[in-house]
């Protein structure tokens, strides 16, 4: 059976996130699935703190959104975000947005993020300290 990484973490809905109508606006969503991203970070010892001291960066290539409820001003949401394993040199992510107050699931998302060099070139293999960091959470066998 395969580990599952999660996470919650909860945001608070500000008044600048809305717009006339008081709903929040499509594109602060990204906003909240980034706190979801740190908070998981810092729960599992990975940050991206951790990437710049192994002068790699994690740019996001894709992220898809599916809007089910509307969120107002003043809610607050719980962002639950899932760590996808993958054999590859990427990192996926899928979050699961509810309304705290009635546990109403509003959006889901997935992003997926990609290693680069400090050069800018893209890492084809995981890097060494990210293959540590998945045998420390229990994603990889030691080696023995």
């Not at 919650?8 to 996130?17: A, H, I, L, P, S």
């Not at 729960?43 to 951790?50: K, P, Q, T, V």
């Not at 996808?84 to 699961?96: E, H, P, Q, S, Y």
């Amino acid at each position: 059976m395969t580990k599952i990484l999660t996470d919650r973490t909860e945001v608070k809905v500000r008044f600048g996130e809305v717009d006339s109508m008081g709903i929040v606006w499509h594109g602060n969503y990204v906003k909240y699935i980034e706190e979801g991203r740190e908070s998981f970070g810092h729960r599992y010892g990975i940050s991206y703190l951790d990437f710049h001291a192994h002068d790699l960066m994690a740019p996001v290539v894709s992220m898809q959104f599916k809007y089910r409820k509307q969120v107002r001003y003043g809610d607050r949401l719980i962002v639950e975000t899932e760590y996808v394993d993958d054999k590859a040199a990427k990192l996926i992510f899928r979050f699961r947005i509810y309304r705290k107050s009635d546990s109403e699931l509003v959006a889901t998302a997935e992003t997926t993020q990609v290693f680069l060099n400090s050069k800018g070139e893209m890492q084809l293999y995981p890097p060494e300290f990210v293959l540590e960091w998945k045998r420390k959470v229990g994603l990889l066998k030691v080696a023995v």
